[in-house]
C-alpha cells in the first residue's frame, strides 16, 4: 500500500513538473528578420506560435536575407530568415540552416500558345528582349508580348534573381500589380508570357498554361528535389547558443502543425 | 502476494504516463512528419533529384528535398542534424571529422558511383593528347602557346567552369593537384556557353563533365588514356572522382537506408546514373 502511494506521488510530481514548466510566468523574446520573401511565412507561423506560448513576445521584420544574416551573427536577432543557400563565406562552424518550405516561379502562357517547353537560356532571352518573336523558340510568328510585376515586387526580384541571373526584364514589359492581375493578362493574350510565384497558381487555374523548363515539369516533385530549375528553397538559421524561444519556434515551423501552415499558404512543405 | 500487487501499479502506471505522453505530443502538433533532406555536392545532385523523386513516388508519405552548397555543407548539416543525406564527391575533411568527432556522431559513407571531366577542344585542333602535367601548365598560364605542346603557333584560349561547380572541384584537385592556382586569364563559363566557345574557336580548351562531351567538340586524350565510362571505371583515366553519400551511423529511419539501396540498385540508380552522364559503380 505504501509503495502504491510512493508510486502515484511520483506520478502526480511529474505531471506537475509538467504542467509547471508550460506555465512559467516569465516574459520571453524573440525576434526574426531577414527574407522579406518570407515574411508572409514568417507571419503566419508566428501568429501560430503566439498562439500556443501566450508569454512569447515575437517580432519579425523584413530587411532581406542578407542583412538578416549579419544581423545573426552580431546576435542582434535570433532567427534570420534566408531564401537562398548560405554563400561560403556566410556559412560557419556556428550557422545552423533549417530548411523550412520549398516554392518556386512559373513561366505561365496563354493556353493556345503552341509552346510547351522553354530552356532557362530561352527564358533569359525572352525576358531581356533579346527574343522577340515567337517562332524564335518553335512558336507562331507572332511578337512576344512580355508581362512582368511592378517595381519593388518581391516576386519581382526573385522572379530576376533566378531566372535572369540577376538581370532585369526588358523595358518594353507591361507592368503588373499583382499575381492574380498577370494571370489575368496572359490569360486574355495568346502571345503574353509572364511569371507566378507558386501562390497564386492555384487560383489561375486553367486560364494560362504553365511552361516546362528545361523539359521538366513544375509539380511538387520537382520543386522538393529542386529539378524544376526555378525554385526557392525557405530556411532559418539559428546561430551559436541559439535562445530557448529561437529553438522552440524552428520546431514549431518543422512540426506538423507548422508545416500545414506552410501548406494552407500554397507553398511546398518539406515534412 | 504485495509484490505482485505493486508491480501491477506501476506496469499500469507506466502504460498510462506512456498514453499521456504521447496524447500531449499529438496535441501539441508534434504528429509524425516524415521529411528528408539531402544537402551537398553538386556533382551528386543530378542524379539524388530523380531518385528522390522516384521515391516520392512510391512512398507518398515521404517528402525528400534535395539541396546544393557543396559536400563540406552537405556534411556539416548531417552533423548538425538538419540534413539526414550529406552528397559527397570528396572525403570527409579532417576538420568535419573533428566536429563529428565533437557531436558525438558517426558518420558512414555509402559510394554509388564515379564522376570524370575531360578536356576538349575544337575539332581542328591538332593536338590530341596532352599530359596532365601540360593541362596543369596550360591552365597556370606558365605554358601559353599551343606550339609549346604540339600544337599550332596560336595562343591557348582558357576555358573554366564555374567554381561553384563539382566540375570545377574535380579539375582543381586532380590537374592543378590543389596547389598550383589557376591563372585569372581562365574565363569563366557555362557548360552551354563552354561547349559553344570550343566548337567556334580552334585555339580554345576548356572541360566537361563526361555526360556534357557531345558533338562538335573533340575530347582530349590524358597520357594517351581516352576518358570514357569504361577506362574511368577501370581507373586508367587519370581524372576520377568516387561519389557517395554520408550518413549517420545506425540511423533508425528504414527509408534512409531504403534510399541508399535505390542509389545501388542497378535498375534505379545505377541507371538513372549512367542516364546523367555519371560513372556508375560496376
Redesign the interface.
Known sequence: MRKCILILGAFVLLIAAIGGCKSDPKYETLLVAGSTEMLPYTKALVKGLSKKRKNLLISYDGGGSTPGIIALKRKAIDVAAVSRLLTDDEDDAYTESFLIAKSCIAIIVHPDNPVKNMTTEQVYEVFDGRSQNWKAIGGNDAPIRLFTRKYGSYTRKAFQKIAMDGGVVHDSALRIESGKEMADAVAEDPDAIGYLPLYDIAKAGDRVSLLSINWVRMDKYSILSGRYPFTRSFYYVLYHKPPDAAKAFLRFALSGEGQKIIEEMDAVRVR | MRQRH?GN??FK?GR??TW?VWL?CLM????????I?FKGSLAV?PV???V??AY??ENPSV????????TA?GI??LI?G?AQVGMASVEISDELKH?ADEKGVELVFHKIGHDSVIPVVHPYNPVYSLSLEQLRQAYAGTISNWKEIGGKDAPIELLTLSRLTGSYDVWRGYVMTGETPMTPDAMQCSE?RLHRLIRGNPNAIGYLPIKSVSKGVRPLSINGVYGNVSSIMAGKFPIRRLLGLYVRKGDPDPDIRELVRYFRDPDIGQYLMKSKGMIPLE
Open positions: 505493486t501499479i506501476i502506471t498510462l504516463l499521456l500531449i501539441s502538433g508534434t504528429a509524425w512528419a516524415k521529411g533532406l545532385l539524388a533529384q530523380l528522390a523523386e516520392m513516388r517528402l525528400i528535398s534535395v539541396d546544393g552548397g557543396g555543407r556539416k548539416a548538425q538538419t566536429f552551354e
